[in-house]
């Protein structure tokens, strides 16, 4: 499938939904988080579906799950994946994405994107889970690497060749989340640049970039909240993604301690600066 969204969009979020509708701002594209939709919030006479019909007519949009839980051992679950076509049928997403993660077991949710072992038993679940998915919706997904705060011993990849197999063996894409990779390298002790090096740049879509916070004082350990402003550190692995792997579009992510729009605008606008430059470079290249 070839993307039609272009520069960098926003999450959107239903604090939003008034002031895109009256002032029809200049990002590009929108995120939809589905989970918050796949109930009857949905139907033609709710709030929701009247507001977002109205950004609809003026901006694509992406739909990003959390709830597939695609590393469980119990397989997908078909009533959150009919739930979600009815979504898809609304808005006509031009992504569907989720976590490489897993959150479900023994009819109980976590609630979390719990991390999985890099191992070949996770990796033959993860892809067919993949596989059925696809199948069910009828259409390709991407999934996202995860932040994580605990680590396996008897992980047999590094992350970024796990990415990479489950890729290569599903057909999914990879939706690549940059910040993720900055609090992983900080949580598991690890140069960042590692990943964007070894990472299949074919694979990837489009990108993430979010803010997180520091859990520990001694800044060694990092929580992914989406809730801050992007530091420095991640802005320049933004900008080492776009010299390794080359432009493709971003996402800023906003979850927590939402701002007024046109301060989280200021920051996604950074971003569509940084993305500009590197799609200027390669057609300097060519």
Not at 168 to 195: A, E, M, R, T
Not at 257 to 272: A, G, H, S, T, W
Request: aromatic share 12%; glycine share 6%.
């Amino acid at each position: 499938m070839q993307s039609k969204i272009k520069g960098a969009g926003l999450g959107l979020r239903s604090q939003y939904f008034n002031y895109i509708v009256k002032n029809k701002p200049s990002a590009p594209w929108f995120e939809i988080l589905s989970d918050n939709y796949l109930g009857n919030n949905v139907s033609k006479d709710s709030i929701f579906y009247n507001n977002l019909s109205k950004i609809l007519e003026n901006y694509p949009v992406t739909l990003h799950c959390v709830g597939m839980s695609l590393g469980s051992a119990k397989g997908i679950d078909k009533a959150y994946l009919t739930k979600l076509n009815k979504l898809i049928e609304f808005t006509k997403p031009l992504y569907i994405s989720d976590h490489v993660s897993w959150g479900n077991i023994g009819g109980f949710n976590s609630h979390e994107l719990l991390p999985l072992p890099y191992t070949d038993e996770s990796l033959d679940i993860l892809v067919k889970n993949i596989k059925d998915t696809q199948n069910f919706l009828g259409r390709k997904i991407l999934v996202e690497n995860v932040s994580s705060y605990i680590s396996y011993k008897f992980s047999k990849y590094k992350e970024w060749d796990f990415l990479n197999k489950v890729a290569d063996l599903s057909g999914c894409g990879i939706l690549l989340d940059i910040n993720n990779i900055y609090v992983n390298s900080v949580n598991h002790k690890f140069n960042p640049h590692d990943f964007l090096n070894n990472i299949n740049k074919h694979h990837i879509e489009y990108y993430h970039l979010a803010g997180h916070e520091v859990y520990s004082e001694d800044q060694n350990y990092l929580i992914d909240t989406h809730g801050e402003d992007i530091i420095e550190p991640v802005w320049e692995l933004l900008i080492a993604a776009t010299n390794r792997i080359g432009y493709k579009p971003c996402l800023l992510e906003r979850d927590n301690n939402i701002p007024d729009f046109n301060l989280l605008d200021q920051e996604r606008k950074k971003i569509e600066f940084i993305l500009t430059a590197a799609k200027n470079k390669e057609k300097d290249l060519v």
